[in-house]
């Protein structure tokens, strides 16, 4: 399983960014994806995850801000972040499992190198 993310950049705080995630050697309609981030300094945290059933579920700091999402055609995981915060700023990670609970504190397998987001106040 290989998971490649991209779409990260610098942006002013209110802006937006949408991360994607390209996976191969994993059929995304029968299992559950993630975005976690880690800020320097700081412990990972997830971000939001999305199940085979289309169920989200998202961090309290950035529920309304954020959407999860997938394209199973393009095997193709998406994160639109809305209305960034200096805050936000962090390395950003796509994860991926196949059994068990899917939700953002639940144990991942895979997961991508990472891609910037970079939020300037």
């Known amino acids: 399983v290989e998971l490649v993310e991209s779409g990260g950049g610098s942006v002013q705080a209110g802006g937006s960014l949408r991360l994607s995630c390209a996976a191969s050697?994993?059929?995304?309609?029968?299992?559950?994806m993630g975005w976690f981030r880690q800020a320097p300094g700081k412990e990972r945290e997830g971000v939001a995850t999305?199940?085979?059933?289309?169920?989200?579920s998202y961090t309290n700091s950035v529920r309304g801000r954020f959407t999860i999402s997938t394209d199973t055609a393009k095997k193709t995981l998406y994160l639109q972040m809305n209305s960034l915060k200096p805050e936000d700023t962090a390395m950003y990670y796509c994860?991926?499992?196949?059994?068990?609970?899917?939700?953002?504190?639940?144990?991942?397998?895979?997961w991508g190198q990472g891609t910037q987001v970079t939020v300037s106040s």
């Open positions: 994860a991926a499992k196949d059994d068990g609970a899917c939700n953002i504190h639940a144990t991942f397998t895979w």
């Open positions: 050697g994993y059929t995304l309609n029968t299992n559950c």
């Open positions: 999305i199940d085979d059933d289309g169920i989200t």
